[in-house]
C-alpha cells in the first residue's frame, strides 16, 4: 500500500494497535457494569474505570503531553495509581512510576534521566518532592491524587499544580484516538542499581501487552476471579503479572496498601477471593495468622509465590491450609517481568527449582564465551522473548552488553535439569570465586538453614580475602529469643558441605538492609562487611 | 539509542521479535521429546519436528528466498503443510496456502495476484499446476512434498523440480537467524470471492501470534491436550485457531485428512482425544455415529463448533453423549480468524447467540454514517483488534473501505443485547430489501426450519422482482425420502412470520452449491436463480 495519509494511518491504528490502554477500553466495551476495582469501601465499575481514564487522558493531552512524554507516578495502591497509568497507556505518555523507598538522591536521579515534564502525587510523598523539584527545571505539573498540594508545601513557582479530579474535570469520557505505535515505550521502570546509578527499563506496550497474556495463561485467570494486589504497584510484579491481567480478564482487582495477613484474611472471607499473590515469607505470616484464627478460605484457587522458592515444609502446610493451587513465577523487570512459572503440578516434585518458560518465552543457558549449554551444565540464564525490555534509556552501552549474543542476559546462574526443569543457582555477581573454585552462595545459604533451626536470615557473600580470593562468608540474624554460637553453626554446616564452600566466618547481626519489596540487599550487606578479613 | 548497526539490529530482533515460528522453537525448547504431531502411523516429537523446519528454512533460504518473497503451498492436511507453513514463518517468507477446490482460474489469478515465486504441492496436484504455470513466469521452484514430480507432467523448462526431503537435505537443524519484523506478513489467504475476484488478507506475525494466544486463552488450551485438526489447513480457522495454540502450548496435534465420523470417532477413543473443532454439520453426523456404535469418549474435554450457532437440540444431544464443554467460535479470516466465543456457560441459555468479544478484540455496532450504536440496536459488526488483517493485498481501495471510520467493517450485520451478548443477525449482502423493509435472511431461514422438519437445507436470498425491489425467496433441500409441497409450507410460515418477511415461493433444489468448508454458498444460489421472477 502506498503510504497512508495521516488520518488514515490513525485510523489504522487505532484498528490494528497493540496498547495496554485498550485492554482496559474492551473489558469496558464486553462487560461495563461488571466491579473492576475494589479499595475499602470504593467500588468501580469497568464502564466507570474506563470513562475515569479517559477524562484523565483528555486532562493530560490538554496539559500538552503527547507520545514519548515521561509523567512520573509517586504513589501507594490505589485507584488512582491505576487511572493514571492506563491513561498514559492510551495516548502514548510514558509512566515512569516512583519507589517509593527511594530518597532524594535517587528521586533526583530518576526524574531527571526520564527527562520527567510532570509528577502525579499522593499529598504524603509532596514534601520529599519539594525538596528535588527546585533542581529539576524540566517539571512543570504536579498533579494531587487526593487534592491539591497543601499549603506549607513550598514548590517552584514554574509548577502548576492541581488535582488529578480537576485534570479530568469536564473533559470527555470517549476513549481518546491518539496514535500509538506498538513498541512505543508504556513505562521506564527503574531497577535498583546499588552498585550503580539506577537503570530505566524501557517496557513497551508490545512486550507488557503480551507478557499479560503469558501470565493469563499461566495462572489461568478467568473473568469470575477476585485478584488482591498488596505487593507494591510500582513494583513491575505486581503491576504487569497481576494487575494487567486482571484487567484484560474482565476481573475484580482488590486494592490493599500493603500486606497485613490479618487484613487479607478477612478480606479473603468477607469477599471470596481466588487468587493473591506475595513473597514466600508473608506466605509463613498467612499461615500462622490463618493457624491462629481460621477463616473461610475456599474460595482461594491459586495463590502465587513470586521470586524464591519455598521449602517444601511451608508448601506442605499452605496446601494444607489454604487448600488451594500454588505455583511459583520468576522473572524480572526486564522481562516484564515473568520468565518461567513453577506449576502447581510441579510443586513439592522438583524442591528449588523455578519451572519451566512461560508462552512467549526461550530460555537457553550460555557460558561466557556466548555458547549455549547442554541441559544439566550451570550457566547464565538467558532470554528471548518479545515481552523483554527495549533498551536501557539512554544507556546503549549497557544495552549492548545485555543483548550480547542475540540473547538477553539476565544476570542469574542456573542451569536445566535432565527433564527441562530449570533451576536457579545464584545472582552471577553472587556467584563467589574462592580459591580458584565457583561457589553458588545459595547453596550454602541453603545448607545453613537445613542445619541450624535457629538462623532466622541468612546471607552468604564472598569477602575480599588475602588467601582465598573471596572468603565464603554467613551474615546472620537470629530467631527471636535464641542466641546461637557461630562456631557450633560452622562445626555442623562442615557435615553438609565440602570444605571449600563452608563459610570462613559466621556473623550475626540485629537486621539485614532490604529492598522495596522486601528482598535482602546482598550488594550492601557486601559492602558493609567488605573490611571484615582486613588485617 | 542511536541506530544500532545491522548486526546489533539482528541481534536484537532475534531477541525480542515476535515470530509465529518462535512459537514452535519455544515448545521444542521446553519439552523437546513430547510428541507434536501425529499422522496415522507418522509421530513426530517437538524437538524432531523444529529441526525440519529449520532444515526447510535453510532450505528456502539457499534457493534464495528472503523476507517478503511468496511461497505458495497447495497440500492437503499433513505433517509437511505444518513444516512449510512454520519454515515460512522463521525466516518471514510469505506462505500462500492455496484453497484445493480452486480451478485453474481462481489459481492463475491467486499465483499472479500474490507474485509467488514458488510452490510447495503434493503429487496430486501437479497436473493442475502444471496448466497454469506456463502463464505465470515468476514462479521458478517446485517443491514435491512426496517426492519429484512424476514423468509424466510437463512442467516449464524455467520450474526446478525438487522434493521437500532434498530441500532441507543436508541443511543446518538451527534455528535460522534471519531479521523479521513484528508486522511482516506470514501469509496471503484468499477469501472466496463469489462476486468479485478473491481478495488476498495480508495477515502479519504480530496478528497471528496474538490470536493464536488469544484462542489458548478461551479454549484453555494446556500441554496436556490432544487436539484433532481435521479441517481444511489452508483455511484460516484450521490454521490459526487450532493448529497454532495447539504447537504454541506444547500440545499433541493429530491429523487427520478430513473429517469422517468413524475415523475421528476411533482417534478419540483409541488416543484420548480432548478436543478437536468442526462445523454444527458434523457434531450431527458425529452423533448419528456415536449412537450406532458408541466409543469411550470421555476424554473429550471441550470441543468447538463454528462459525454458525447450533440449534438447541443439537446441543442437548451433543452434551449428553459427549459429556463435554461445548463452546462457538466465531469470526472471518479477516480477524485471523476468531473474533467472539460463545463459552461453555452460555450454551443453551442465549441460543442462536455467538458469544462476546476475544481477549484482544473490541467490537462495535455501526450505521451506515459511522456512528457506533447502542446496545439492542442492529446494524454492521466492526472489529478493533492487534489480530486484525494488515491490508488487502495489492487493493488499496478495499483497505480504506474495510477501515473507514477506524473500524473494520465485518460485513456481518448484527446486534448486542441487553446483557452484552451478541447476536449475528445476517451478512451485510444477505440482508434483503423487500418493498421499503429489511429482512434478514437468516430470521426467515430459522422460521422454516422450525415449521418443516422434512427440510433439510433452507437458503433465503433476495431476488430481483419488479414488485418488491428484492423478493424474499427460500431456496430449500429435502430430507432423503420425504416429499414437499412448496405451498403448504408458505401456508405454515405464514404463521410464524410477518407479511412481508414471509417467502414469495419456496423453490426445491437437489443440492446447493458450498465452499471447501462445506458452508453453502448463498452468492451462487443468487446468481443460479437471478432470472426467477422474470416474466
Known amino acids: 500500500m502506498t503510504a497512508p495519509t495521516a488520518d488514515f494511518a490513525l485510523q489504522l491504528n487505532l484498528s490494528q494497535r497493540v496498547n495496554v490502554g485498550d485492554m482496559l477500553t474492551r473489558s469496558a466495551a464486553r462487560d461495563?457494569?461488571?466491579?473492576?476495582?475494589?479499595?475499602?469501601?470504593?467500588?468501580?465499575?469497568?464502564?466507570?474505570?474506563?470513562?475515569?481514564?479517559?477524562?484523565?487522558?483528555?486532562?493530560?493531552?490538554?496539559?500538552?503531553?503527547?507520545?514519548?512524554?515521561?509523567?512520573?507516578l509517586m504513589s501507594g495502591n490505589c485507584m488512582e495509581f491505576l487511572v493514571t497509568y492506563y491513561a498514559c497507556a492510551k495516548i502514548g505518555v510514558v509512566c515512569t512510576p516512583l519507589n517509593l523507598f527511594w530518597r532524594q538522591g535517587e528521586l533526583s536521579y530518576v526524574l531527571?534521566?526520564?527527562?520527567?515534564?510532570?509528577?502525579?502525587?499522593?499529598?504524603?510523598?509532596l514534601a520529599e518532592l519539594a525538596q528535588v523539584l527546585g533542581d529539576l527545571p524540566a517539571i512543570r505539573d504536579l498533579i494531587v491524587i487526593e487534592g491539591p498540594a497543601p499549603a506549607d508545601v513550598a514548590l517552584p513557582q514554574r509548577v502548576q499544580v492541581q488535582s488529578l479530579a480537576q485534570l479530568g474535570e469536564g473533559r470527555a469520557q470517549a476513549d481518546?484516538?491518539?496514535?500509538?505505535?506498538?513498541?512505543?515505550?508504556?513505562?521506564?521502570?527503574?531497577?535498583?542499581?546499588?552498585?550503580?546509578?539506577?537503570?530505566?527499563?524501557?517496557g513497551s506496550h508490545l512486550a507488557i501487552y503480551l507478557e499479560t497474556l503469558g501470565v493469563?495463561?499461566?495462572?489461568?485467570?478467568?473473568?469470575?476471579?477476585?485478584?488482591?494486589?498488596?505487593?507494591?504497584?510500582?513494583?513491575?510484579?505486581?503491576?504487569?503479572?497481576?494487575?494487567?491481567?486482571?484487567i484484560a480478564s474482565?476481573?475484580?482487582?482488590?486494592?490493599?496498601?500493603?500486606?497485613?495477613?490479618?487484613?487479607?484474611?478477612?478480606?479473603?472471607?468477607?469477599?471470596?477471593?481466588?487468587?493473591?499473590?506475595?513473597?514466600?515469607?508473608?506466605?509463613?505470616?498467612?499461615?500462622?495468622?490463618?493457624?491462629?484464627?481460621?477463616?473461610?478460605?475456599?474460595?482461594?484457587?491459586?495463590?502465587?509465590?513470586?521470586?524464591?522458592?519455598?521449602?517444601?515444609?511451608d508448601l506442605r502446610r499452605l496446601m494444607d491450609v489454604f487448600d488451594c493451587e500454588l505455583s511459583l513465577m520468576f522473572g524480572q523487570t526486564e522481562m516484564s517481568p515473568a520468565s518461567t512459572c513453577f506449576r502447581p503440578e510441579h510443586q513439592l516434585s522438583h524442591p528449588g527449582a523455578i519451572g519451566t518458560a512461560g508462552i512467549n518465552v526461550q530460555i537457553g543457558i550460555m557460558d561466557e564465551?556466548?555458547?549455549?549449554?547442554?541441559?544439566?551444565?550451570?550457566?547464565?540464564?538467558?532470554?528471548?522473548?518479545?515481552?523483554?525490555?527495549?533498551?536501557?534509556?539512554?544507556?546503549e552501552k549497557a544495552t549492548r552488553e545485555a543483548f550480547r549474543h542475540g540473547w538477553f542476559h539476565s544476570g542469574d546462574v542456573g542451569h536445566f535439569g535432565a527433564d527441562g526443569m530449570l533451576w536457579f543457582e545464584d545472582r552471577h555477581k553472587d556467584v563467589i570465586k574462592s580459591g580458584g573454585e565457583n561457589v553458588a552462595s545459595i547453596e550454602v545459604e541453603k545448607a545453613l538453614y537445613a542445619v541450624e533451626p535457629k538462623l532466622a536470615e541468612v546471607v552468604v557473600v564472598g569477602l575480599p580475602h588475602e588467601r582465598w580470593g573471596e572468603a565464603v562468608t554467613a551474615v546472620v540474624t537470629v530467631r527471636p529469643g535464641e542466641t546461637l554460637d557461630p562456631e557450633e553453626v560452622l562445626h555442623k554446616?562442615?557435615?553438609?558441605?565440602?570444605?571449600?564452600?563452608?563459610?570462613?566466618?559466621?556473623?550475626?547481626?540485629?537486621?539485614?538492609?532490604?529492598?522495596?519489596?522486601?528482598?535482602?540487599?546482598?550488594?550492601?550487606?557486601?559492602?558493609?562487611?567488605?573490611?571484615?578479613?582486613d588485617k
Open 369 to 395: 564465551a556466548g555458547n549455549l549449554l547442554p541441559r544439566e551444565q550451570p550457566g547464565e540464564i538467558v532470554y528471548r522473548s518479545p515481552h523483554l525490555l527495549t533498551e536501557y534509556l539512554h544507556d
Open 176 to 202: 481518546p484516538e491518539v496514535l500509538v505505535q506498538d513498541r512505543a515505550p508504556l513505562s521506564y521502570l527503574y531497577t535498583s542499581g546499588t552498585t550503580s546509578a539506577p537503570k530505566g527499563v524501557v
Open 250 to 313: 474482565n476481573a475484580t482487582l482488590y486494592i490493599l496498601e500493603a500486606f497485613d495477613p490479618v487484613l487479607l484474611l478477612d478480606l479473603i472471607e468477607a469477599e471470596q477471593i481466588s487468587m493473591f499473590f506475595g513473597l514466600p515469607m508473608m506466605f509463613r505470616a498467612l499461615l500462622e495468622e490463618q493457624e491462629h484464627k481460621p477463616r473461610k478460605v475456599s474460595s482461594l484457587r491459586r495463590t502465587v509465590y513470586a521470586m524464591a522458592p519455598m521449602p517444601d515444609d
Open 32 to 72: 461495563p457494569h461488571k466491579t473492576a476495582l475494589v479499595e475499602g469501601a470504593r467500588r468501580i465499575s469497568y464502564q466507570d474505570f474506563n470513562q475515569w481514564v479517559n477524562r484523565t487522558a483528555h486532562g493530560l493531552l490538554a496539559l500538552g503531553y503527547r507520545q514519548g512524554d515521561a509523567l512520573a
Open 112 to 125: 531527571s534521566h526520564a527527562q520527567v515534564r510532570g509528577v502525579v502525587a499522593q499529598q504524603r510523598w
Open 216 to 246: 493469563i495463561i499461566d495462572t489461568e485467570l478467568k473473568a469470575k476471579d477476585k485478584v488482591v494486589a498488596m505487593m507494591p504497584m510500582f513494583h513491575t510484579a505486581q503491576l504487569n503479572a497481576f494487575c494487567t491481567p486482571t
Open 493 to 533: 554446616v562442615k557435615q553438609k558441605l565440602s570444605p571449600f564452600k563452608c563459610p570462613k566466618a559466621v556473623v550475626v547481626v540485629d537486621a539485614m538492609p532490604k529492598t522495596a519489596t522486601g528482598k535482602i540487599q546482598k550488594n550492601q550487606v557486601r559492602k558493609d562487611f567488605a573490611a571484615y578479613f
